[in-house]
C-alpha cells in the first residue's frame, strides 16, 4: 500500500497548476469593492479562461438580455457572487474534461457533474444566505478534482472496491482508502492546498464525503449537499454512486428545512439543465 | 434518443431507440406492448408533486410519478399499446446506504410507481431499483429489447 500511496502522490506532482491568474482574480473578488477595470486587466491576459467565462455567462440561467461579449460589460451585469463562480468554472473545465475510466465517467459527465454541483451550491448558498460563499463555488465545482488522480489507481482495484461496498457495508471512501490507502476527497483538498486555495475551501473538499467532518460548517455541509442532490438526479454520477452514508444533521447544518429539500432539487434540476442546453447549443463544436 | 428526466417518449417497432442518462434516484419506467409493438420510456424524478412546499414553474407533470403516470399511460394507449398486456420495467431508484428518510428518494420513487400501476391493476414485470450504483436503460424497438445496465456489472436484456 506504501509503495501505491508514492505513486499516487508522484501522480499528484502531474496535474497543472491552477491557473495564477484566477487564483489573483479570485483574491480581488474577496474584496466586496473590487475595482471591475483592474479585475478585467487581470484575467483578459489569459485568453482561455476569457473565451470560457465569456461562454458560460452566455449560456447561463441569469436572464441575460443579450450577448455579452468583453469582460467588463459581464462583470457590469453580473454579482460577485456570479463572477466568482463562472471564474472558477471557467478554469475547472480544463480539468474535469477527461475521461475517468476508473470511476466510469465520459469527460462529459465528469464536468456536467462538476457544473451540477456548483449549480446546486449556488441556489442553495442563495437560500440559506450563506456567509462564505466564494468558498462554497470553488469547493463544489472542484470537490471531485481528487478523482483525476486516484482514477488510475481505483481502475485497477474497482472490483475489490465495489465488493467491499457490496459485501462488507463500507462506503466507496472507506472502500478506497482500505485497497489505496487514501480516498479522492482527501488527495482532492491536497491538490488545492498546493494550489493555494483558502483553508475553508480545502476543508470542505475534504469532508465532502466524510459524514463526521461535513456537519463541521456550513460552508462544507452546502458543498457535500449539492455533490449528493447532484448524484441524486444521476448527473455525471461515477462508479461510487450512493455508496456513501448521510448524516441526519446534514440539512440543519446547511441551514435547509426538511420541507424544502425537493423544491431545491426541482430548481436546481432546472438551472442545471438550462445551463447544459445552453452550453451544448453555444459548443464550438 | 436520449430520454431527459421528467420526459417520455413512446416509438412503434422499428423506431428510434430510447435511452435513459444514468438514472440516480430516479427510476425509468419502461412500457412494452409486444403484440402492438409499441414501446414507452418514462423518466421520473419525485414521487408526487403535493410533497414541494409550492409548485416550481416550468416543472412538467411527468417529472412526478403521481401526475405523470395518466400522461404516459395515454400516449402508450394512443400509439395503439392496450394496457392489460403492457409489460411494465422499472430501474434506477439508487438509495444511500445509510440515510435520513428524506434522502430515501430512490425507495420513495421506487414504491410510489409500484402502488400507481397495482391501482391500475397493471403489472410490474420486472423492478430493478435501490442499487446505490448508477444504471441506465436503453429500448431497442427494431430488435424489441429492453437493456438494463448497471456500472460494473453484465447488462441485463429483457
Known amino acids: ?207 465532502h464525503h466524510d459524514e463526521d467532518w461535513m456537519v463541521q460548517n456550513q460552508t462544507a455541509a452546502i458543498v457535500a449537499l449539492s455533490n449528493m442532490l447532484t448524484n441524486l438526479l444521476g448527473i455525471g454520477m461515477g462508479a461510487d454512486g450512493l455508496s456513501y452514508r448521510v448524516p441526519p444533521k446534514l440539512l440543519k447544518v446547511a441551514g435547509i428545512k426538511d420541507r424544502d429539500l425537493f423544491a431545491i432539487i426541482t430548481e436546481g434540476y432546472h438551472r442545471y439543465q438550462n445551463l447544459k442546453e445552453n452550453l451544448l447549443a453555444n459548443s464550438p463544436g | 434518443m436520449i430520454v431527459e428526466k421528467g420526459r417520455f417518449q413512446v416509438v412503434k417497432k422499428g423506431g428510434e431507440t430510447l435511452e435513459t442518462e444514468t438514472l440516480g434516484s430516479c427510476v425509468a419506467l419502461a412500457a412494452r406492448d409486444r403484440e402492438a409493438e409499441v414501446y414507452g420510456l418514462w423518466v421520473f424524478v419525485l414521487p408526487a408533486l403535493k410533497i414541494l412546499p409550492h409548485r416550481v414553474p416550468n416543472t412538467p407533470d411527468a417529472f412526478f410519478a403521481n401526475e405523470g403516470i395518466d400522461e404516459f399511460l395515454a400516449e402508450l394507449e394512443t400509439q395503439g399499446a392496450v394496457l392489460e398486456r403492457t409489460e411494465f420495467y422499472s430501474v434506477g431508484g439508487a438509495r444511500f446506504l445509510e440515510a435520513p428518510t428524506i434522502f430515501d428518494l430512490g425507495g420513495l420513487n421506487a414504491s410510489m410507481i409500484r402502488k400507481l400501476l397495482k391501482d391500475r391493476k397493471l403489472k410490474l414485470a420486472k423492478e430493478k431499483c435501490g442499487r446505490p450504483f448508477p444504471c441506465r436503460l436503453i429500448i431497442n424497438p427494431v430488435s424489441d429489447e429492453i437493456i438494463f445496465k448497471i456500472s460494473g456489472e453484465e447488462e441485463e436484456k429483457w
Open chain 1, 1 to 207: 500500500m506504501v509503495k501505491v500511496l508514492e505513486h499516487i502522490f508522484e501522480e499528484l506532482n502531474t496535474v497543472p497548476n491552477f491557473p495564477e491568474t484566477a487564483l489573483r482574480a479570485l483574491k480581488m473578488l474577496e474584496n466586496e469593492d473590487v475595482n471591475f477595470q483592474d479585475l478585467a486587466k487581470v484575467i483578459r491576459y489569459d485568453a482561455t479562461i476569457t473565451a470560457n467565462f465569456l461562454r458560460l455567462i452566455n449560456s447561463a440561467y441569469i436572464g441575460l438580455r443579450r450577448k455579452v461579449e468583453s469582460l467588463t460589460q459581464a462583470f457590469a451585469l453580473l454579482g460577485i457572487n456570479q463572477i466568482r463562480f463562472f471564474l472558477v468554472a471557467a478554469c475547472a473545465g480544463q480539468y474535469l474534461k477527461r475521461t475517468l475510466h476508473g470511476y466510469g465517467l465520459s469527460p462529459y459527465e465528469v464536468w456536467l457533474h462538476s457544473l451540477g454541483s456548483g449549480v446546486f451550491a449556488e441556489l442553495i448558498a442563495e437560500k440559506v444566505k450563506a456567509k462564505h460563499q466564494d468558498y462554497i463555488f470553488t469547493a463544489a465545482l472542484l470537490h471531485d478534482i481528487g478523482k483525476l488522480v486516484l482514477d488510475l489507481f481505483v481502475g485497477g482495484e474497482l472490483e475489490v472496491i465495489r465488493d467491499l461496498v457490496k459485501d462488507e457495508g463500507l462506503t466507496f471512501m472507506e472502500a478506497e482508502i482500505m485497497v489505496l490507502g487514501t480516498d479522492h476527497a482527501v488527495v482532492g483538498a491536497e491538490l488545492l492546498r498546493r494550489w493555494g486555495f483558502p483553508q475553508e475551501t480545502i476543508f470542505a473538499v475534504r469532508a
